[in-house]
């Protein structure tokens, strides 16, 4: 990845400067008012008709730059030297043999400010870096090779499931006995996630069932334990959900008649009946 600034003169002459150099010649005073904007020096702008035309004449700009072998034959078509691109590169003494060519690149004007408001200090020149890489990547360049050439998103599945199947496994190896490797290589994958598998279930719940229907499915999942215990114990009296606890206790499992239909006395009052 590369950052560079691209210089519009008002002869429509265009250089490619890195950003410490524009910062560097913008700074001279004798040469540039601080005063005055910078469309004042370069670029084409000018409003017609209520709208902005042409360029303020200075773009930041970011740009992916790939090296390929000499060897392989596939020579650049733009000029390396006017796009500030380098011919080779050297490494420990040793040319790498690669030529250097864009293959991506966004650009866009900065604000027309004064001389004075331009930032000489920041790397960035004050621009939104993170920005302008966002924007690259929205390019039909970017979105050629990567999305349909190289489809870098099927190599990330690749290797997360690499990651997934392999890596964890590598862990102490050297420390374990082989008679407990292959238990310990596959135990942990029944257990991975397993808090973290419920508490994304509670969450989802929490978010897409509302309290009413969280209270009917409990209504209806206490009724239908309530038949089930009905039906397999029929014989008990359970009156579960009919009659109240305390009514329960209040409940008269003797016979209040006899044979004949008269009430039936309790024990003490037998003791008091003529025979």
């Known amino acids: 990845m590369d950052k560079y600034v691209r210089v519009i003169s008002k002869v429509g002459e265009d250089t490619v400067m890195k950003i410490s150099e524009f910062q560097s010649m913008i700074s001279d005073r004798n040469v540039y008012d601080e005063n005055l904007c910078l ?18 004449g200075v773009k930041f700009g970011v740009r992916l730059v790939m090296g390929v072998p000499k060897l392989s034959g596939i020579q650049p078509t733009v000029d390396l030297a006017k796009e500030r ?83 964890l496994e590598t862990i102490g190896s050297l420390e374990v ?28 719940r929490s978010v897409y069932g509302s309290d009413d229907d969280q209270s009917s499915r409990r209504t209806r999942d206490f009724n239908i334990n309530i038949d089930f215990l009905k039906n397999l114990l029929p014989p008990l009296y359970l009156n579960i959900g009919a009659v109240g606890f305390l009514t329960r206790f209040r409940i008269v499992d003797t016979r209040p008649f006899d044979e004949n239909g008269d009430d039936c006395g309790n024990p003490i009052q037998k003791l008091f009946e003529d025979d």
Request: hydrophobic share 40%; charged share 25%; aromatic share 14%.
């Open 177 to 204: 006995e082989d008679e407990r490797r292959v238990l310990i290589n596959q135990a942990w994958k029944y257990r991975i996630f397993d808090d973290t598998k419920s508490l994304l279930k509670r969450q989802f």
């Open 39 to 56: 469309s004042h020096y370069f670029g084409d702008a000018e409003v017609i008709d209520g709208e902005l035309t042409g360029t303020i």
């Open 85 to 167: 691109l380098p011919n080779s590169i050297v490494l420990e003494g040793v040319d790498t043999g690669a030529h250097f060519f864009p293959i991506a690149s966004y650009e866009l004007d900065v604000m027309d400010e004064m001389i004075r408001d331009i930032d000489l200090i920041d790397p960035n020149m004050g621009e939104d870096l993170k920005c302008y890489i966002d924007q690259l990547s929205q390019t039909g360049d970017f979105q050629l090779l990567f999305n349909k050439i190289i489809k870098t998103r099927s190599f990330v599945s690749v290797f997360g499931i690499y990651s997934f199947e392999n890596f």
